[in-house]
């Protein structure tokens, strides 16, 4: 029998009849282009692409500038202490050192077999934002676009990414070893500003997706014209199979905005560890801000500041600032031996969560020893239930 | 009182011995020896040496030889062999000689795979080298997974994992692939039927990912005692394989006895209880001293045995603690602690499902008492092997149960003990599978057009997969052109990649308790059947169809249901054809069938009455699958009326007895085959038997069938002769109420006819 005929019987056979999950129909992401047209009009005219040739093949790409986003005024700011940890400092570096880098893939599973499909670059020259994209032009065509990164690579001192660390830098990687070629940022260190977001940011937004970020701490509204990233996927997968560009105009404007949002982002980094080195104003810090700094202090080894930051949360602790806020103010202040602000804080505390443990444990502790009160440290003792400290505290009255 | 005198015992007891249908002794036999080979690192040598093994069995030796010599193998000897070394000491030759070698050790399950990293790290021990050994699968924490890929040595790991966790992201193992020299698969056996298909094109992957990395590994596989041992691993593998078969290990003196326990129900075919049987043998072995391990084969068993047999052991002075229970749902200390008793003889006996039948290390033991034959004989002497040290008298007691299966080894234990008759069947080519695994392997790495998968050329089946736009062809190659993750959506344990999750509604929010493939759950899901499942009796409250969910919860009820198929012939292409012996013709090819259930009965436990009935609504499934049939003359018809016999009764009879006796052979579960009989068969036009592969597509066991049907025709006819009952019960042809009453005769009819036997109604 004809074994497409069996394959399709077979295939049949074992679909699940359950509907598909919402995709957009073809209309949708197809858009107004007309059909049949030459691939190369498509890529000049309804991308703006134009070619380069490299050594490893004809590259497709654009470059944009933003005149309006000028390199920011104070120089680059170090980001120890936000960065995750892996990432080197930026000593030496300078905001022209930076390569901005996102990527759109052909889905979010990772895998061998997820293909970035376009590489969004940006980085500051002669005062303006300039931002160039990579556009591959179809399957089995990614050694030109791995040789323009690499060689892009090479000119900047840190790579900047949002997530990248854990998609975007693997998934080149992934591709580079696949074309057989070198890591193209291999040598760069990676700043990655999801997790520098979340800790700076993260108490006191919904979620920390980028727009979300871009949206509340920058003041950028995307508008409805931004393509939703689900909806990527399928538009390139139209692409490569019909040849038409379809939405593709607008993922390229989406990602030309992911990669000029990042130095949004991260100018407004830049302001933030200014505003934390300042130290609290006074009163009009909000819980989340003054927690968030505290902790970024502390990981940058400040104890004094910390402390400072740590006290200004004590002072805004609204009726809704969490328990493992106040714990953190408490420990912070502890280093420092403020030890009346401690107090104040546990008190503040043990009003709101009479029988948690930690905070009993903490005015215990503080009132047996630092504070040289027995008769409340045993209060906290018998909440605690802790016999030895009971037996002592009460000897120690006894004796007095 | 000690084992030679319980034997001895056992032998003068005529109420015992009544229920025994054979007491075989297997003599013992002297251990064999090889030299060490010249070409193995001497440090190794020396670390053996020291771990006590002075010197190795024949088959360990020869089985190094081949290795070394760059040849794959599979190595087929029993139970505590000492099959580990055949690949622990190539492998870490290499690692010695060059500590950038890496080896893939691949086991069916995880417990399993945790035991042999222990053992590999004793090795490593002994030798005292910085040698790291992992194992990587499901539970493995996410921190440690990248030390892994870059720096293991040895990863052992599971088919599944490798399938969903490894290759689809193999440019995260480079060092692995890249160094790739020995890949172990061990339990060779275990891999057949749709399982092994899936993991032979598993298989595949992997050599194209180590090609594509300039690795081209040598395989060692191993295997219980199967018929086909080198063909099995060879298609498997897709390499030509040395076969070690040779077991140059010492055995001591043992006694095998089937027993068979008492009829209580001829006609319907009802034996007495075969827990209750295992139970007083088992205290009687207890009494004698004797280490005992106790097989059963539902974890529901197991404990119900436990309890018994501590009962029992307190009156003979054993402890509390020194009878243990072993099973999935154990922790795993737990486990390691039973394991380490077992060893040092401080837990007198265990009672285990077949979690224990596998490689895991428990040392050696008096005495195997097994409630129900394992389903395969591979796997029963398997569990068989866990008695007998190397020296001394050991005692294995195979207690059978109700079942057709059962009754069949124990009626027939020449089948067992001869020379294995079982033959591990796959087939990688079924299309289904086949087409699952190309688009993992190009999700994994594009297809070159002209490239082969297996032996195969696939362009057909991708250009197939470019139209459904899953592939994109350009530049020469194929690529994976889909948002989705193909491996996340092929389970290896099933054939078509929809099940129907059963869920039981009975907690809060919901639990699911398992899968089914579709025609199965039509068949045993459907509104108001009783669904068994781990020993629980779950009734289905409803099968949501559209959903692919059935919704059950736990219950207990005195019947059991029984759903009636409809079966249609829709296509029928022969693939071969040839006639039998002496009567009719056989054939194999693709058939399409439209399969529908339609009722089903409610039949009462122990009495098998017929206590109701049901309508089933469910639509009709088109299925397409390989078959083999036995066309018989039409003339046969009244030849068989001349001689007072039925021939529709016979087909129904031959239908029920044939799908008892070939899976059997074939190595598949009763469920894997189906048999249908049809007195007047569209396409042959003559009276005609079907026994084809349950899941589509097939997976060799009809083809298996069409190449063994003489001696599976005939073991057919000496086990219904053999059966004790009068006319018909459900261990050969069928309850009378189903088959008819003249089934059983005419049946013997038939297969005594096609045999050019003769033919006489007793």
């Known amino acids: 029998m004809d074994l497409r005929k069996r394959l399709a019987r077979l295939d049949q056979l074992t679909r699940a009849p359950a509907p598909e999950p919402q995709r957009p129909g073809p209309a949708a992401v197809r858009g107004g282009a007309a059909p049949d047209r030459d691939l190369t009009a498509v890529l000049r005219d309804d991308l703006g692409l134009e070619t380069r040739e490299t050594g490893a093949g004809l590259l497709w790409l654009r470059e944009d500038v933003r005149p309006s986003l000028r390199v920011p005024a104070v120089p680059l700011p170090s980001l120890a202490g936000i960065l995750s940890a892996g990432a080197r400092g930026a000593r030496d570096l300078a905001w022209e050192d930076l390569l901005f880098l996102d990527t759109e893939t052909t889905g979010l599973a990772g895998g061998t077999g997820t293909l970035p499909f376009l590489i969004g670059l940006g980085w500051w020259r002669d005062g303006c934002f300039t931002t160039q994209q990579l556009f591959l032009t179809g399957p089995g065509r990614e050694g030109p676009l791995l040789a323009a990164l690499a060689e892009q690579a090479d000119r900047f001192g840190a790579v900047v990414t949002y997530n990248g660390a854990a998609f975007d830098l693997p998934l080149l990687r992934t591709r580079a070893r696949l074309a057989r070629r070198d890591d193209p940022c291999a040598g760069l260190p990676s700043w990655d500003l999801l997790p520098a977001a979340r800790r700076l940011w993260g108490r006191?937004?919904?979620?920390?997706r980028q727009q979300t970020v871009e949206r509340s701490i920058c003041g950028r509204m995307r508008g409805g014209d931004d393509i939703e990233g689900a909806l990527i996927p399928p538009v390139y997968l139209a692409y490569v199979r019909d040849g038409t560009a379809g939405l593709l105009p607008s993922v390229l404007r989406h990602n030309r905005r992911d990669v000029d949002g990042m130095a949004l982002m991260l100018a407004a980094m830049a302001g933030e560890v200014a505003a934390i080195a300042r130290?609290?104003?006074g009163a009009g810090d909000a819980w989340a801000t003054a927690w968030s700094r505290a902790l970024v202090c502390e990981r940058r080894r400040e104890r004094a500041l910390a402390a400072s930051w740590a006290r200004c949360l004590g002072d805004a602790a609204a009726a809704d600032l969490p328990l493992a806020g106040l714990l953190d103010a408490v420990r912070l202040l502890k280093r420092v031996a403020d030890w009346r602000a401690v107090e104040s804080l546990v008190q503040r505390g043990l009003a709101r969560w009479p029988q948690d443990v930690r905070l009993n444990y903490e005015a215990a502790v503080l009132y047996e020893h630092r504070l040289g009160d027995p008769q409340r440290a045993l209060l906290h003792a018998t909440v605690l239930q802790d016999r030895g400290r009971q037996a002592r505290l009460r000897a120690r009255l006894g004796a007095t | 009182m000690n084992l030679a005198q319980l034997l001895s015992r056992l032998r003068a007891d005529p109420a015992f011995l009544r229920n025994v249908t054979r007491w075989e002794v297997i003599p013992p036999a002297p251990a064999r020896h090889g030299d060490w080979p010249a070409a193995l690192d001497p440090r190794l040598v020396a670390a053996m040496r020291a771990r006590g093994c002075e010197r190795l069995y024949s088959h360990q030796a020869a089985a190094v030889d081949q290795i070394l010599a760059g040849r794959s193998v599979?190595?087929?000897?029993?139970?505590?062999?000492?099959?580990?070394l055949c690949y622990n000491l190539p492998v870490f030759d290499a690692l010695l000689k060059n500590p950038e070698t890496r080896a893939l050790y691949l086991f069916p399950t995880k417990a399993l795979s945790q035991d042999q990293m222990h053992e590999a790290l004793e090795v490593v021990r002994a030798l005292g080298v910085d040698l790291k050994v992992h194992t990587f699968d499901g539970d493995t924490p996410e921190n440690a997974r990248r030390a892994i890929r870059a720096s293991g040595h040895i990863v052992v790991t599971n088919p599944d994992m490798l399938h969903q966790g490894i290759l689809p992201h193999h440019t995260l193992w480079v060092k692995l692939f890249e160094n790739l020299r020995y890949v172990v698969v061990d339990e060779v056996h275990q891999y057949r039927g749709v399982f092994g298909s899936h993991v032979a094109n598993v298989l595949r992957r992997l050599k194209r990912i180590a090609a594509f990395y300039g690795a081209r590994p040598q395989f060692i596989c191993c295997s219980a005692t199967i018929a086909n041992p080198r063909e099995l691993a060879g298609q498997l593998t897709g390499e030509p394989l040395v076969e070690i078969a040779d077991n140059g290990a010492p055995r001591g003196e043992k006694h095998f006895i089937f027993y068979?326990?008492?009829?209580?129900?001829?006609?319907?075919?009802?034996r007495r209880s075969s827990v209750k049987e295992t139970r007083a043998i088992a205290e009687r072995f207890l009494a004698a001293g004797a280490q005992t391990i106790v097989f059963a084969r539902s974890r529901i068993r197991v404990e119900l045995l436990l309890t018994y047999l501590e009962q029992a052991g307190r009156k003979v002075g054993i402890r509390q603690g020194e009878v243990r229970g072993y099973r999935g749902g154990y922790l795993p200390t737990e486990r390691r602690a039973i394991e380490q008793g077992l060893r040092d003889g401080s837990v007198r006996a265990v009672v285990s499902t077949n979690a224990l039948e596998l490689g895991i290390d428990i040392g050696r033991l008096d005495a195997c008492i097994m409630c129900g034959y394992a389903g395969t004989v591979a796997s029963t002497w398997q569990q068989a092997g866990r008695a007998g040290?190397?020296?001394?008298?050991?005692?294995?007691?195979?207690?059978?149960?109700?079942?057709?299966?059962?009754?069949?080894?124990?009626g027939n234990p020449d089948y067992f003990l001869g020379r294995s008759p079982e033959h591990g069947t796959i087939d990688p080519e079924n299309l289904i599978i086949l087409m699952s695994h190309l688009k993992c392997a190009a999700f994994e790495l594009p297809f070159?057009?002209?490239?082969?998968?297996?032996?195969?050329?696939?362009?057909?089946?991708?250009d197939y997969l470019v139209d459904e736009r899953v592939l994109h062809r350009a530049e020469g190659r194929y690529h994976w052109m889909a948002d989705t993750y193909p491996a996340e959506d092929v389970s290896l344990r099933a054939a078509a990649p929809d099940n129907v999750v059963i869920v039981d509604h009975s907690v809060p929010a919901g639990r699911v308790i398992g899968e089914m493939d579709l025609f199965s759950a039509q068949e045993m899901l459907h509104d108001e059947a009783i669904y068994i499942h781990g020993a629980q009796q779950y009734h289905v409250d409803k099968l949501d169809w559209?959903?692919?969910?059935?919704?059950?919860?736990?219950v207990r009820v005195d019947y059991y249901t029984d759903a009636q198929r409809k079966v249609e012939l829709k296509t029928l292409e022969a693939e071969e054809h040839r006639p039998d012996t002496v009567l009719g013709e056989l054939g194999t090819g693709e058939i399409g069938l439209v399969d529908k259930v339609t009722v089903y009965k409610k039949i009462k436990l122990g009495s098998h009455e017929n206590v109701g009935a049901g309508r089933v609504n469910l639509p009709e499934m088109e299925m397409h699958t390989t078959s083999f049939w036995w066309q018989l003359p039409a003339t046969v018809a009244a030849e068989m009326a001349a001689d007072g016999v039925d021939l529709g009764d016979a087909l129904k009879g031959l239908a029920h007895l044939l799908g008892t006796v070939a899976p059997v052979f074939v190595m598949a579960d009763v469920r894997d085959l189906h048999a249908q009989a049809m007195l007047r068969a569209p396409f042959t036009d003559?009276?005609?038997?079907?026994?084809?592969?349950?899941?589509?597509?097939?997976v060799g066991f009809a083809r298996r069938i069409f190449q063994q049907w003489e001696e599976i025709r005939l073991a057919a006819l000496a086990h219904v002769r053999r059966c004790p009952c009068h006319r018909g019960c459900p261990s050969c042809v069928g309850a009378v109420v189903e088959s008819g009453d003249r089934a059983k005769a005419g049946a013997a009819w038939l297969l005594a006819r096609a045999a050019g036997l003769r033919a006489a109604v007793d």
């Open chain 2, 389 to 410: 040290r190397r020296h001394g008298l050991s005692a294995v007691v195979l207690v059978g149960t109700s079942s057709p299966a059962d009754q069949y080894i124990l």
């Open chain 2, 546 to 554: 559209d959903r692919r969910k059935a919704y059950v919860q736990p």
């Open chain 1, 204 to 208: 006191g937004l919904p979620d920390c």
């Open chain 2, 74 to 84: 599979v190595v087929e000897t029993p139970t505590a062999s000492g099959k580990t």
């Open chain 2, 686 to 698: 003559a009276p005609t038997l079907y026994l084809y592969d349950s899941v589509p597509g097939g």
């Open chain 2, 448 to 462: 070159r057009a002209e490239e082969e998968f297996g032996e195969r050329r696939v362009a057909e089946i991708l």
């Open chain 1, 279 to 281: 130290g609290p104003a």
């Open chain 2, 260 to 270: 068979n326990p008492p009829v209580v129900n001829a006609e319907l075919g009802i």
